[in-house]
């Protein structure tokens, strides 16, 4: 068996740890119950999921990765408490990677942004006004999300530290769930990382897109950026709060070879995870060609990086989305493991996928999302949003958001008819 030896030492500690071991025990004595389940594919599929993973201890939580909620946090059994059923129908839907509720929930609570400008999933900067979501209303949202089971919280934006009530925001998210900020760095002062880590906040998440000064700021649409960033890595780092630096890698710094040395450099700012985007058209990633999606060739290099870096201690830990998305893990995650709220309470499946189902202020989210999640039930081992982008005429290509609340009947582009490599091998599948 190929085990990362850089996980050794953390997988010591985990095996020792008693919240783990009972933990790995209820989950083994639930699938039991169903006589497809076996112990030996349980362990495979586990270590399946390590063999290219860094196993980092952050104070008294271990982290597979910013994507999975930390493994001996009350938030870690969202994984489980989501799937459907009971007695041996959980293992089966498990494998079949059926949900209740996702795992993940990201919102925008502001469209304000550090140039003084407004961002909008529409239309990139604009000067239209957005007022914050509102704090109750937010607040509120936030315990139904809570309610439901979800996992991991984040809170993104615009830029969500130029709300002074953001303090208040996290302090409203109890222990079910881990929470993050999506940051440019912006405000990120040492007194405010020491604030939000006293309000419960779990990590911080910094937009990091060029290790040329000039070229960062441009990209991020403000003097000073760079800076900015560079500071929060290390104010959030002080503060203990755990820090990922997230680059929407695009073909110019794969193709130069840049990627490793900047991934050297972001764990030189001390990052604790990397994590790499591949590049899409909509959201905060930016306004780009239908050209600049990457190929399959290149996703592969994306995700070469992913194993390389994280079987090197010379190196920072590096999670790379199209990896953990991938047919060989879990596939798309789209609706079922994540799902998304813009700024204005309309719910999707994911930032990327160009279709909304509703608002979260006028439909109960939980009602909504049972609602979206039937468009998206059956495993999809590629990217939905790209299935759904590359259909697309060039000319509406741009075009975000839709508003469609059903996908019609006809539409099968979705449903996947392989099971992710993760599934395949807790099921037991060679
Ligand atoms: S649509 Fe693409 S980006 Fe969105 S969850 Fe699925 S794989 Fe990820």
Redesign the pocket.
Known sequence: MNVNIINMSAIVKMIVSSSIVKKTWQIHKLFSENEEYSLKNLIRSIHHLLKYERILQHQNTFVISSFIPPINTKAFGSLFDGIPGSGGNLFENFVKGKRKFPVWINIDITSRYPNNKYLDGDSGFSERHFNDMEREKLISLINEIQDMGVGIIGLAGGEPLLRNDLEEIVENIDDRSVSYVYSTGYGLTSQRARDLKSAGLYGIIIDFQSMNEGEHDEKMGFNGAYHYAVNAIENSKKAELYTVSRTFCNRELLEKETMLEFIKFLGQCGVDEVRLM?P?PFGKSGRISRDELFTDDERKKLIELHMLCNKDANLPKVSV??YF?SREMF????AG??SFIDIHGDLY?????PFNFGNVFETPIKALWKKMYKSFETP?V?????ICLGKMERDKFQQYPQRVKTLPESCKTCCGQVTPGFYKILGGEK
């Open positions: 591949e899409m989305c199209s998305e596939g798309c995650g789209a493991y994540y499946p994911c930032d990327y996928i999809e590629h990217c939905r949003s790209l």
